[in-house]
């Protein structure tokens, strides 16, 4: 069966229309579609997410584990930042301030784990 194809940028995104001419004449059609012939369409990097949630599907933990690592600096930032706005407007002045709020966050964990002594003399070298 040959299938045809045709990109379109929508939002960014690229989609990806697939369809065949042997609609037509395939004999569970009735069951597929109402319409002349079916089109399929999958955004470009759909099969990323699929991949992704297979791997969801075998480790139903991940997630878990996830937010147990990942989410616990971004707690912390908020809870820094008050939780509920940045001080500054404008994406590169809020993307700065950002910035800022995770050197130090990181800075912080860096002393916590190395000690003063050791930060001191690598900031030195």
């Given at each position: ?6 990109s ?6 690229t989609?990806?229309y ?33 991949d ?49 709020q ?22 030195r070298a």
């Amino acid at each position: 069966m040959k299938w045809w194809f045709n990109s379109i940028d929508e939002t960014g995104k690229t989609q990806r229309y697939y369809w065949t001419t042997k609609c037509p004449s395939c004999p569970i059609k009735a069951q597929c579609t109402p319409a002349k012939v079916r089109r399929v369409t999958r955004w470009e990097h759909e099969g990323v997410l699929d991949d992704m949630q297979r791997r969801l599907d075998q480790r139903p933990d991940a997630m878990g584990v996830r937010r147990q690592t990942v989410e616990h600096p971004f707690g912390t930032l908020k809870a820094w930042m008050g939780a509920t706005h940045f001080l500054t407007k404008t994406l590169k002045r809020v993307g700065t301030e950002m910035s800022l709020q995770v050197l130090a966050y990181n800075l912080k964990r860096v002393i916590a784990i190395k000690g003063v002594a050791a930060v001191i003399s690598a900031v030195r070298a």
